[in-house]
């Protein structure tokens, strides 16, 4: 049976596809530009595995959207996060990753990332929460998140988040095959600052797909027309991280892992899987 299990036959045009990416990436790299390697460029059955993982991820947040609600435990997103990604086949990738002990980052108003669901936290009127959902199936990692307001938020949380989406989405806009990841870098950087936010750097996208976590590291600043290039059939994610106030965040000792701002100002998240096709960017998850 092994003989019928490869991943990697390509079927004859793929072949030749692949050949002429190669050959353009060669001419780039002759002329001193950073080029990808061959493994963050997936095949078209990587491609297909990666999207069937998306599509259970997408329906997690779709669930995690639906029945969030004033007077919710982060605890009881988790579950719910763990009971309907196991029922579809899948698992949840964050829960046991590195350590980390729970299915689900949830990260409420001045938690940056990885805040860590609990009984003790209890969704309130007026909160800000992004709920960051990863799932692994048949070994094709997918990673998504988004915000949710409970109730009523102030104005001004409120546009955090809005611009915070809005640059995900220029994110999103200036990711195109031949382009660069100092491209999007910028786009996020620009958007956040001109409105009087500030763009976390200690943390950022990262190609996904074989592995929760692959290379490249995606900033959420750079200059246009600087760093790798970008190659049809990259993965890998843009999730901007946004602060109201300074940039500069600290690690929870209590847990090693929950990230807040240093000036207990809000921070907002979104994220998507994306992929670099031939002629643009493609939005993998929802
Ligand atoms: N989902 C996060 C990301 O976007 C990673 C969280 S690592 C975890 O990269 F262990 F906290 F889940
Ligand atoms: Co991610």
Not at 30 to 57: C, L
Not at 63 to 85: K, P
Not at 217 to 229: E, Y
Not at 269 to 277: K, S
Request: aromatic share 8%; hydrophobic share 40%.
């Amino acid at each position: 049976m092994k003989f019928f299990k490869s991943k990697e036959s390509l079927s004859e045009e793929e072949a030749a596809h692949l050949f002429e990416i190669e050959q353009k990436i060669k001419s780039y790299r002759a002329k001193g530009v950073r080029v990808p390697t061959r493994k963050m460029i997936k095949t078209a059955a990587q491609i297909e595995g990666i999207r069937r993982s998306a599509a259970v991820n997408t329906a997690v947040l779709d669930e995690v959207a639906s029945q969030i609600h004033a007077g919710m435990t982060t605890e009881e997103i988790d579950t719910l996060v763990y009971q309907f990604t196991v029922a579809r086949g899948a698992v949840p990738a964050p829960l046991h990753y590195e350590g980390f002990p729970k299915s689900v980052c949830t990260s409420v108003n001045d938690e940056v990332c990885h805040g860590i669901p609990s009984p003790e936290v209890v969704l309130r009127e007026g909160d800000i929460v992004n709920v960051d959902v990863s799932t692994i199936l048949d070994g094709y990692f997918s990673d998504a998140s988004r915000m949710f307001m409970i109730g009523k938020v102030r104005p001004e949380v409120k546009r955090l988040v809005e611009v915070t989406r809005e640059c995900l989405e220029l994110g999103l806009k200036a990711a195109r095959p031949w382009g660069f990841l100092g491209d999007i870098g910028a786009a996020v950087q620009q958007h956040a600052e001109r409105n009087g936010y500030s763009v976390v750097r200690e943390f950022g996208g990262h190609g996904v797909g074989l592995k929760f976590h692959e290379d490249p590291f995606v900033s959420h600043t750079g200059k246009p027309g600087t760093g790798l290039l970008l190659v049809p059939g990259m993965v890998f994610t843009i999730e901007p991280m946004i602060n109201m106030g300074s940039r500069k965040i600290y690690i929870d000792a209590d847990n090693d892992w929950t990230v807040l701002t240093d000036d207990g100002k809000p921070s907002a998240q979104w994220e998507y899987t994306v992929l670099i096709t031939d002629t643009g960017a493609e939005i993998i998850t929802g």
